[in-house]
Structure formats: C-alpha cells, structure tokens
C-alpha cells in the first residue's frame, strides 16, 4: 500500500499527516479542510494546495492529526505537513522530476512549509517576572 507518514511543527503544536493513494480527500482531526476553524486561517491551511493545483493532490488523501498549541499554531503545523507529506509521496511513489518541481515552487513561496521553525518559548528566570523583564529597581 502506498502511503507516507510526515509531521509537520509549530511551537508547541504537532500535525502528523498520513497520505496515501486516493482521490484528493483531506481530513484534519477527521473534519474536511473546508470547515477548518477560525476562517480567517482557513486560507493559510490551503496555502500548499493553491500554489501547487487541485490536480497534484487528486490522486492522494491525506488525513492529518494535530494537538498542541493555540489556533495559529495549528494551522501552521497543518500547512507544513501537508507540503511535507506531498514532497515525501511524490519522491517515494511518483518521480523524482515532478517532486523537485513541487519543492521549487514551496521554497520559492514560503521556506517554512518546509522547514520548521526553530525558535521556542525562552524559559523564565528569577529577577523578573518574565524571561527578560526584570522588576523595576530603586535607588533611594
């Protein structure tokens, strides 16, 4: 059976992708891709699927489970893992020529619906009631 498994990651959200060969579902959490919440992310989730054609995606269902993090997150984890399981699909089962195609055009757009982002959450220290902030000081 063809299928691929890919993650994608945001702060403190994972979206783990499961594509195999379909007919161009997409299931987040197993709620289609249309009804995502908040709308306004909506089109940030759909980002990899615009910019590469409904028809890259026809022969492919992907199911994808995401937890962890706040809305924003989410869908930036979802969008990732969908880049990332389509490049992984096309280089396993499809050809190499078409899966760089693919790559090409995401990079050029966005490098992070490939690459994660690497900064996380600075740990608070004593002095301070943030990471950085400290408490006001006074002299007399």
Known sequence: M???QCFGRKKNAVAVTHCKKGR???????CPIELIE??????KAYEPILLLGRHRFAGVDMRIRVKGGGHT???????QSIAKALVAYYQ??????????IKDILVRYDRTLLVADPRRCEPK????????????KSYR
């Open 73 to 79: 997150s989410q869908i930036y984890a979802i969008r």
């Open 38 to 43: 908040p709308e306004i992310l909506r089109f």
């Open 125 to 136: 220290k004593f002095g301070g009631r943030g990471a950085r902030a400290r408490f006001q």
């Open 2 to 4: 063809e299928q691929v």
């Open 92 to 101: 396993k089962y499809v050809d190499e020529q078409s899966k760089k195609e």
């Open 24 to 30: 161009g579902l997409i299931k987040i959490n197993g």
